[in-house]
């Protein structure tokens, strides 16, 4: 995008074409919007979103395999700070469909989520590692994630649970992190076509947390460790064997109350 650019190449292609092109956004009064509200609980704090804008006019141009001009539609990104609703935990943003301006913007994707606002109280030098995160592609193009996990016919509500999983490695270099694990990775990703509005409300399961022991040094028999809130010690590492052994302790415990 023109606007990224040194400001001496944008000057640069102002003199070579006579003028140059206005990628801003500019959405007309009378918009039409999207809102999307995020249920937070008390652990967690809403992320930023990050919102994407295509158009058909303002080209972006690329190269295939043999050297072929192929031209795509441009995009713009942008992030917006959803905002508290009085003293609730609902967070709120309003995204205008028609980002307007001579590019004739569209609104085509938003990423948003939720993550752990004070990651040291799981100790020193704990950081937030990832996961908590939801993308809704709103026409026909992937995100920057990927395409659609899941479609959703008019306005999505969105109710996903998680578990804290607390992380250490060492290969790298020694690093802690805390993370959010839900049943589909980092990001869910939903095509919801006809939303107008879309909510999301993770529930977040804290005494049921996993800790995970990464190996200090590559070699065959040595495994990463996982650390269950029953006691359980395993090194079954794939991605949704972790979710499913939390629910079942979870549901195992609450079940005997």
Same mark, same amino acid.
């Given at each position: 995008?023109?606007?990224?650019?040194?400001?001496? !190449?944008?000057?640069?292609?102002?003199? $070579?074409?006579?003028?140059?092109?206005?990628?801003?956004?500019?959405?007309?009064?009378?918009?039409?919007?999207?809102?999307?509200?995020?249920?937070?609980?008390?652990? $967690?704090?809403?992320?930023?979103?990050?919102?994407?804008?295509?158009?058909?006019?303002?080209?972006?141009?690329?190269?295939?395999?043999?050297?072929?001009?192929?031209? !795509?539609?441009?995009?713009?990104?942008?992030?917006?700070?959803?905002? @508290?609703?009085?003293?609730? &935990?609902?967070?709120?943003?309003?995204?205008?469909?028609?980002?307007?301006?001579?590019?004739?913007?569209?609104?085509?994707?938003?990423?948003?989520?939720?993550?752990?606002?004070?990651?040291? @109280?799981?100790?020193?030098?704990?950081?937030?590692?990832?996961?908590?995160?939801?993308?809704?592609?709103?026409?026909? &193009?992937?995100?920057?994630?990927?395409?659609?996990?899941?479609?959703?016919?008019?306005?999505?509500?969105?109710?996903?649970?998680?578990?804290?999983?607390?992380?250490?490695?060492?290969?790298?270099?020694?690093?802690?992190?805390? &993370? !959010?694990?839900?049943?589909?990775?980092?990001?869910?990703?939903?095509?919801?076509?006809?939303?107008?509005?879309?909510?999301?409300?993770?529930?977040?399961?804290?005494?049921?947390?996993?800790?995970?022991?990464?190996?200090?040094?590559?070699?065959?028999?040595?495994?990463?460790?996982?650390?269950?809130?029953?006691?359980?010690?395993?090194?079954?590492? @794939?991605? &949704?064997?972790?979710?499913?052994?939390?629910?079942?302790? @979870?549901?195992?415990?609450?079940?005997?109350?």
């Amino acid at each position: 995008m023109i606007k990224k650019m040194p400001v001496a !190449l944008v000057s640069l292609l102002v003199s $070579l074409s006579g003028c140059a092109k206005d990628y801003s956004l500019a959405p007309p009064p009378d918009s039409e919007q999207i809102t999307v509200t995020v249920k937070v609980p008390e652990e $967690l704090e809403a992320e930023v979103m990050q919102v994407m804008y295509r158009s058909a006019t303002c080209k972006r141009v690329t190269h295939g395999a043999s050297g072929q001009r192929i031209e !795509l539609e441009g995009y713009h990104g942008i992030d917006v700070y959803p905002q @508290r609703q009085g003293q609730s &935990n609902l967070y709120q943003a309003s995204l205008p469909m028609d980002g307007g301006g001579p590019c004739q913007w569209r609104l085509s994707n938003v990423t948003f989520g939720v993550a752990y606002k004070d990651p040291s @109280r799981f100790g020193e030098n704990v950081t937030y590692g990832a996961g908590g995160g939801i993308v809704v592609i709103f026409d026909h &193009n992937n995100s920057p994630r990927g395409g659609a996990d899941l479609k959703v016919e008019g306005d999505p509500i969105i109710r996903k649970e998680y578990y804290p999983w607390l992380s250490e490695t060492f290969l790298g270099g020694h690093s802690k992190d805390i &993370n !959010l694990l839900g049943e589909r990775g980092i990001y869910v990703k939903y095509r919801a076509l006809q939303a107008r509005q879309i909510y999301f409300e993770p529930v977040l399961h804290s005494n049921f947390m996993l800790y995970s022991v990464g190996v200090k040094e590559k070699k065959e028999g040595n495994f990463v460790t996982y650390t269950y809130p029953d006691g359980s010690v395993v090194a079954d590492g @794939r991605p &949704n064997s972790k979710f499913l052994r939390l629910q079942a302790i @979870r549901l195992a415990a609450e079940g005997k109350r």
